[in-house]
């Protein structure tokens, strides 16, 4: 069975733009969840959707946005970046809601000028 | 307080030795916890979950839980330099649709 896919791996972005970042869960999956990885923060939880509904949201600024599409795939977007925003986005992938294992795929190492 | 604290490292370990990793949780609710490891440059890679009390093995790695001191624990026994990554302790919170993170620990395994 295929992993977590996410697209694109690397981006160069400047100041102000915006970015959308795309991820593919592992099939069958329909639990979506992205985190933000920097150095200093570690993992941070950005947001999850389920079934194309946000079922939890992280304490970031309303420039992070995500949604979900019927076929599970998600997408998030990031408006008027910021240098700050310079991370590695994960998305990972669950099954159940019970146990909750979540896996990740390979992320999007996002770099703002 | 936070969510999910470990053990502060780096650890640095012998090949062939234990290494244990430890991590503590704030959400008494909490029900479900994993270990993720991570290789510079990686992505985080699902290695162990553990839902009830006691022990649970798997190989060479066996995870342990404390519910009531709210604690769970990582072994890695005959330690080898491919286990050389950081590992991340995750728990998820009661009623809360995400993992909550510790800030890992770096693990080396000396030759």
């Known amino acids: 069975k295929a992993g977590v896919t996410q697209t694109p791996r690397y981006l160069i972005k400047t100041r102000g733009q915006q970015v959308t970042l795309s991820c593919s869960p592992i099939?069958?999956?329909?639990?979506v969840s992205w985190y933000q990885q920097t150095p200093g923060q570690g993992l941070q939880f950005l947001f999850e959707?389920?079934?194309?509904?946000?079922?939890n949201k992280g304490n970031f600024p309303g420039r992070f946005s995500g949604r979900q599409f019927s076929n599970s795939r998600s997408e998030m977007n990031v408006s008027t970046l910021e240098l700050g925003d310079s991370a590695l986005y994960l998305c990972?992938?669950?099954?159940?809601?019970?146990?909750?294992?979540?896996?990740f795929g390979p992320g999007t190492r996002l770099t703002v000028t | 307080q936070k969510e999910v604290e470990q053990n502060s490292g780096p650890l640095s370990v012998p090949e062939g030795a234990i290494a244990s990793l430890n991590c503590t949780y704030s959400?008494?609710?909490?029900?479900?916890f994993f270990w993720y490891r991570q290789y510079s440059g990686k992505s985080p890679e699902l290695i162990m979950f553990?839902?009830?009390?006691g022990d649970k093995e798997d190989g060479r790695f066996t995870a342990q839980l404390n519910k009531a001191s709210q604690y769970v624990s990582l072994l890695i026994r005959d330690s080898q330099p491919s286990d050389s990554a950081t590992y991340l302790c995750?728990?998820?919170?009661?009623?809360?649709?995400?993992?909550?993170f510790g800030a890992g620990t770096t693990v080396t395994v000396r030759a």
């Open positions: 959707y389920f079934s194309e509904t946000q079922r």
């Open positions: 995750a728990v998820k919170p009661a009623n809360d649709y995400k993992l909550s």
């Open positions: 990972a992938s669950s099954l159940q809601d019970s146990t909750y294992e979540q896996y």
């Open positions: 099939s069958g999956h329909r639990s």
């Open positions: 959400d008494r609710g909490s029900q479900s």
């Open positions: 553990i839902y009830s009390n």
